[in-house]
């Protein structure tokens, strides 16, 4: 496991040009069998990230939106849970299943769908959460999916780590 990493380098073949902005409306990942329209999400309190709610939408993705919209420049960041004690696995189960060059679909509000490739998938400690590589510019339309993983902390009742997923845009339709 890695406490911090510079940016992957890309396996995938980025797309000459980004997408204007558009908000997403759904997530499709084929290979782990993910399809969720996408809630649009803000901050919490503290400041972090905020994420689905309990509740009817606990099991949907949602997109940061203080972060680029998918497709254009810049990393756009979406988070899901990976499961609940009571509903057991949600949206993000299988992230971690995830392999480069796996294709992650994301349909806009304008009609046109963003299509990505996955990098590289990795896991981090909480405690180590690789800001610059979740939220730092890049040059190229890229992607972070983001979900809880690695062991369990009974005693606190959340996981140790972070799942990182790292994409970059190949095509649009």
Known sequence: MQASAPAPSSTATVIATP???????????????????L?????AADGSVAVPPPGP???????????????????????????????GPSVFFRLGELRPRDTIR???????????AVDDVRRFRKADFPTALVYGNTAHAAL????CGGPFDKGSGHYLDNVVVTASLVSSA
Not at 72 to 81: D, F, R
């Open 19 to 37: 997408l204007a902005a558009s908000a997403p409306t759904r997530l499709v990942i084929p290979s782990i069998k993910v399809s969720t329209p």
């Open 39 to 43: 809630l649009i999400l803000g901050q």
């Open 57 to 87: 939408h606990y099991d949907q993705a949602g997109w940061y939106r203080y972060s680029p919209t998918p497709g254009s420049i810049g990393p756009a960041v979406l988070v899901g849970h990976i499961d609940s004690k009571q509903g």
């Open 106 to 116: 994301i349909a806009r509000a304008d009609g046109s769908i963003a299509v990505f």
């Open 144 to 147: 972070r999916l983001i979900t």
